[in-house]
């Protein structure tokens, strides 16, 4: 990912992790079935690929790193939906 990075103007940050984790497995199980030749492409291919795969980037947004929080708040934004759909009808 850091190649990739270096060839196109993306930060580190930015780069999706498990999707490159998902295209490095993917191509390291072609390399053993390749020729000698062909490993070379593959590996330009998969920094390219890396390359491509950003985060969508939302300004603002926090994400709770705690499940047993980020749980109870979203339970609580249920039912306050559910209460409030109640109310309206």
């Known amino acids: 990912m850091a190649e990739s ?9 930015h780069l999706s ?3 490159g984790a998902d295209a490095c497995m993917r191509a390291w199980c072609r390399i053993p079935k390749c020729v000698p030749e062909r490993v070379q492409p593959i590996r330009r291919e998969l920094i390219e690929e ?3 795969l950003k985060i969508d980037i939302r300004p603002g947004r ?4 705690n499940t047993q929080k980020r749980r109870a708040q979203s339970r ?10 109640q109310l309206a009808a």
């Open 76 to 85: 609580a934004k249920k039912l306050q939906a559910l209460k409030a759909k």
């Open 50 to 52: 890396l390359g491509t």
């Open 5 to 13: 990075v270096a060839r196109k103007p993306t930060l580190p940050g």
């Open 17 to 19: 992790f498990g999707a």
């Open 62 to 65: 926090l994400f709770e790193r």
